[in-house]
């Protein structure tokens, strides 16, 4: 069946440092692909998607490239910052409804 | 963006005693909710569909009898927990879908039963 392996934290980096989250699948089809952020006290946020091969999500600085050769929808940001520790999920979905996730990784950033 | 809201964010209870979380649509209609959990260490995963006016249509695994879903209106889908015990204790989160399409979630509530 689907799945998402996502890479396990907690992440711990220095404000200004380079972030990637790993984050693979199995699939049957070609489902979306996504990344969605919780910050404390809120809920799950979509951060990005991607539908289709080649794809590649964006917002906030964050980029996600949707690889079908590699199944893997790895999470980047150039320079975090102390305003994007959260928890982040990545999920797949056919529908755009129902979703299957990952484990989550938590992300703190330190000044 | 659309606005969904998880009551309560967290709750204590004693084993054999049952638990409502409610999962409200605040300025949008949903005709249909999803119930997920997540343990330690592992996945959200899907427990449940909550239809409006219909039976939830349950994951394979999950007991429908100890969890309890009710969507009596377009805003509000509960999930109660019967007679929980300690390995209930769990996160769980709700979605709600926008214009049959696009699902906004809760903020999740963390049960822990002892």
């Known amino acids: 069946g689907d799945s998402v392996t996502q890479m396990e934290g907690p992440v711990t980096l220095s404000e200004e440092a380079f972030l990637t989250i790993n984050c693979t699948y199995t699939?049957?089809?070609?489902?979306?692909l996504f990344w969605y952020v919780q910050y404390p006290g809120e809920g799950l946020q979509l951060l990005l998607k991607?539908?289709?091969?080649?794809d590649k999500g964006s917002n906030k600085g964050f980029e996600a490239t949707y690889r079908k050769e590699t199944t893997s929808f790895h999470l980047e940001k150039g320079s975090v910052q102390v305003s994007d520790s959260a928890v982040y999920f990545c999920?797949?979905?056919?529908?755009?409804?129902?979703?299957?996730f990952g484990t989550g990784t938590s992300l703190t950033v330190i000044p | 963006g659309a606005v969904v809201s998880q009551h309560p964010s967290w709750v204590i209870c004693k084993s054999g005693t049952s638990v409502k979380i409610e999962c409200r649509s605040l300025?949008?209609?949903?005709?249909?909710m999803f119930w997920y959990r997540q343990f330690p260490k592992q996945s959200l995963m899907l427990m449940a569909t909550?239809?409006?006016?219909?039976?939830?249509?349950?994951e394979q695994g999950v007991e429908k009898d100890k969890f309890l879903i009710n969507h009596a209106s377009l805003t509000l889908s509960t999930l109660t927990v019967t007679s929980a015990h300690p390995e209930d204790s769990s996160f769980y989160i709700c979605?709600?879908?926008?214009?049959?399409?696009?699902?906004?979630f809760g903020q999740g509530t963390r049960l822990t039963v002892v």
């Open positions: 979605s709600a879908l926008k214009g049959g399409t696009e699902a906004f």
């Open positions: 699939a049957t089809g070609y489902p979306s």
């Open positions: 991607a539908t289709k091969a080649d």
């Open positions: 999920a797949l979905s056919h529908t755009g409804n129902q979703f299957y």
């Open positions: 300025d949008f209609q949903a005709t249909t």
């Open positions: 909550s239809n409006e006016g219909s039976k939830a249509t349950y």
